[in-house]
């Protein structure tokens, strides 16, 4: 198993918000945690990926057998675990190049191989940026900074296609795109799917889930997994709306 | 006081000796006597004056810096009412600069478009103190762009005075870079008056000297103009930097933009103090300022002072300061990509003074600068 979420609760602010959640990813899966606002979609991504904020008031987290509650964002990151964000960050005076060159090579240097020389990486970023259609333009521009919010999504991916994650989570990444940007991402995402790594996908709406379908989707409301499914659960729910989960629920 | 008053009997044998040695008209002769006169009565501003209450020079002050007595002339018969203009009582050092001014004089001829950077530069020698006094016209439909930089090598005494005059429709871009030696003191003011229909554009980087100050004031005096007085300060160690400036709106129609930015780490300290005029007939103007601070450590302490004064009801105005960290939520976002703490702190810092440095238009200076930037964070960003 390479994802073990094992009745965690955690919250920010000494509110809490996971209320005993389980979830088991493995490799070659995709999974989409599908729920309405304040159901504790962010707090799991953010958690996952060592949000300084979030606290976890108890459970487990084992990735690759290891307790991923113990390592810091930046080391969880070298291990494979990877975000995309909602609201990407911009660094002004770093071009995306060298910002993926130098993530890259701490990466390589973290599992002792070979760091890549700005020309060798910039071969290598070439072919990535096929993934999502980006124009090499892109990668003289700094960081995110001037990028409309489908270039900073498809960004998103981009880095996601350079780290190789062997778990990527992606944060409402579909929020905020129009049709012609969430198909790229979707099919960027799609072209980085393979039996190595897994994908999970944070999303209130089901209109993803068109582009990549998930092999398992669970529903997230007041902080716990409240019902599971395969692909036909996130239809079912887009048709009768989240009160049905949790009416259904006796919530 | 006593102490004091001995270094003022230094400064006069050495400005008896320049008085004697130059061969100078009368009016300045007679100019200089006053701006000493008024330095020996006035002395340099240490103890209680609200204008330095955070900057101590008593240390600088009170070191024994050479002068050289040799002056060289240089014709200023076209600029004698700028030099008179002068406002040499602004303080002992500006009183003193111009007592032993060296003068340089730059003029932008009529409708004169000059693509080429022009490219002043200052060196102050181990111990000398040097009065660098710069007179830059540009006039009228001209156009060009100045680079001033100082970068003693050694522990200098830097006392400088720049004098602009932007004519009318004239367009002059402005590069000032302090990065004298870590051991230096600078002190420098610079003057601008802007014309009808013109546009001025100065940034000015502090990086440098241990302890620094710069008095700059942009005067609007006819309408229809724009100015941009931006700037940054980046202190390590124990630096101490200080920015007075004011810009002034003494006309209708002008716009001005202030755009400061400080980054301070170890024990460094910083000073802002932005003055904002807006005088009762300078209807329709525009004029915005900001100063943001980022602290990287808990010893560094910035006291920043934006003010705007208005006596004028038909005014879109904005002013703000900022002294904080580095956002946790940027952090995050370099960590989630591997980078570590280290590394994605210091590329955070320096995105922060990009957005002041990358204004340098000139890519020469820009890439210094960028270079001066990244050693001090030790940063490697190769392309």
Avoid at chain 1, 79 to 87: C, D, I, P, R, T
Avoid at chain 1, 169 to 181: F, K, R
Avoid at chain 2, 281 to 301: E, I, P, V
Wanted: proline residues 3%; contains cysteine.
């Amino acid at each position: 198993m390479l994802l073990e979420v094992k009745d965690l609760h955690a919250g920010i602010d000494g509110k809490e918000i996971l209320k005993g959640l389980n979830l088991r990813v493995d490799k070659g899966e995709v999974h989409a945690i599908m729920g309405p606002n304040g159901s504790g979609k962010s707090t799991l991504s953010k958690v996952l990926a060592g949000h300084p904020s979030y606290e976890v008031i108890s459970g487990e987290v084992i990735y690759e057998g290891r307790n991923l509650l113990e390592l810091e964002p930046d080391e969880r990151a070298r291990e494979g675990v990877f975000m995309a964000f909602q609201y990407p960050v911009e660094v002004p005076g770093v071009s995306n190049s060298q910002f993926l060159r130098l993530a890259y090579n701490e990466k390589m240097k973290h599992h002792g191989q070979e760091e890549l020389d700005p020309l060798e990486f910039n071969d290598h970023l070439k072919e990535k940026a096929k993934v999502v259609e980006m124009d090499p333009a892109f990668f003289k521009r700094s960081v995110n900074e001037g990028f409309s919010g489908g270039e900073k999504k498809r960004n998103e991916i981009l880095q996601m296609a350079v780290l190789e994650p062997k778990l990527a989570i992606l944060d409402e990444t579909d929020s905020g795109l129009d049709i012609d940007a969430l198909r790229i991402v979707a099919e960027g995402v799609n072209k980085l799917r393979s039996s190595e790594n897994a994908i999970i996908l944070v999303t209130h709406y089901q209109r993803l889930l068109n582009y990549i379908t998930p092999d398992f989707v669970h529903v997230l409301a007041n902080g716990r997994i409240v019902k599971e499914g395969g692909k036909e659960l996130a239809i079912e729910l887009e048709e009768k709306g989240y009160d049905w989960v949790k009416s259904a629920t006796g919530k | 006081m006593t102490v004091e008053l001995a270094k003022e009997v230094i400064y006069l044998k050495d400005f008896k000796k320049a008085q004697e040695s130059a061969n100078e008209p009368a009016w300045l002769r007679s100019l200089r006597e006053e701006a000493f006169e008024y330095f020996t009565e006035k002395g340099f501003p240490v103890g209680k004056i609200e204008d330095w209450k955070y900057t101590n020079v008593a240390p600088f002050v009170a070191e024994r810096w050479s002068v050289s007595r040799d002056r060289t002339y240089s014709d200023l018969e076209n600029v004698a009412a700028l030099v008179k203009r002068f406002n040499f009582s602004r303080n002992g050092f500006t009183a003193l600069n111009l007592a032993f001014a060296e003068f340089v004089t730059i003029t932008i001829p009529k409708e004169t478009k000059i693509e080429e950077p022009i490219e002043i530069s200052f060196l102050g020698e181990e111990h000398t103190a040097i009065f660098p006094h710069v007179l830059i016209i540009a006039e009228e439909g001209s156009k060009a762009t100045i680079v001033e930089t100082y970068a003693s090598p050694a522990k200098s005494f830097t006392n400088a005075a720049v004098q602009v005059v932007v004519g009318d429709n004239a367009s002059l871009t402005h590069y000032r870079v302090q990065k004298e030696s870590a051991e230096a003191f600078h002190v420098g003011t610079t003057e601008v008056t802007v014309g009808r229909g013109s546009h001025y554009d100065s940034t000015n980087i502090n990086i440098g000297a241990a302890l620094s100050r710069h008095d700059i004031e942009v005067k609007f005096t006819e309408e229809g103009s724009e100015a941009f007085v931006d700037g940054l300060y980046m202190l390590n160690g124990t630096q101490h930097s200080d920015t007075h400036s004011i810009i002034d709106h003494t006309v209708p129609n002008c716009t001005s933009h202030q755009n400061y930015k400080g980054v301070l780490n170890d024990r460094s300290r910083a000073v802002f103090n932005g003055k904002v005029f807006v005088r009762e007939n300078a209807h329709g103007t525009d004029a915005q300022q900001s100063n943001k601070n980022l602290l990287l450590s808990n010893d560094a302490r910035v006291d920043t002072k934006p003010q705007l004064e208005i006596f004028n009801d038909d005014v879109k105005c904005s002013h703000g300061a900022t002294v904080g960290q580095l956002e946790e939520e940027e952090l995050f976002y370099l960590l989630t990509r591997g980078l570590p703490e280290n590394l994605a702190r210091n590329l955070l810092t320096y995105g922060f003074a990009e957005e002041i440095i990358r204004k340098i238009g000139v890519e020469s200076i820009k890439l210094d600068l960028d270079e001066a930037v990244l050693n001090r964070l030790k940063v490697k960003l190769e392309v």
